[in-house]
């Protein structure tokens, strides 16, 4: 396997979600999933990861909190499963990895972001 970059892995797994999800979804899910996926990086760096990802899964977009747990967990977050992970993880981690965790998530949201509107289906 060839030496890929933190930057490639991030967009290899957002890739493959986001068609994945692309393939699956009607019309009105995706105009949802792609606005919120349009705002989701900011809202991490403006209000942090653990009220971010609580922001979203109280609006029920628990699909898209799903989708960045998957691309986190392809970067090396083992246990990024599912939602429910990445809320606990977001809640309960300390400091350190609650950074890392973070960072990678800002990264993972944008890389999302940029698949979404990619794939035409902008509102």
């Not at 930057?7 to 999933?33: C, L, P, W």
């Not at 747990?69 to 992970?85: D, I, P």
């Not at 990264?107 to 940029?114: D, E, G, M, N, V």
Request: charged fraction near 20%; charge should be positive; proline fraction near 2%.
């Amino acid at each position: 396997m060839p030496v890929q970059t933190r930057g490639q892995r991030f967009a290899m797994v957002a890739h493959t979600q986001i068609s994945f999800r692309a393939q699956n979804k009607d019309q009105t899910v995706a105009a949802e999933y792609v606005t919120f996926a349009k705002k989701f990086p900011s809202l991490i760096h403006t209000c942090g990861l653990t009220q971010a990802v609580a922001f979203a899964l109280a609006k029920k977009q628990v699909e898209y909190v799903a989708d960045l747990a998957y691309v986190l967990g392809g970067v090396g977050h083992s246990g990024m499963t599912s939602a429910k992970a990445l809320d606990e993880a977001a809640r309960t981690w300390e400091v350190g990895d609650y950074m890392r965790l973070s960072r990678d998530a800002i990264q993972a949201a944008s890389w999302l972001k940029r698949y979404v509107e990619a794939t035409g289906e902008v509102d």
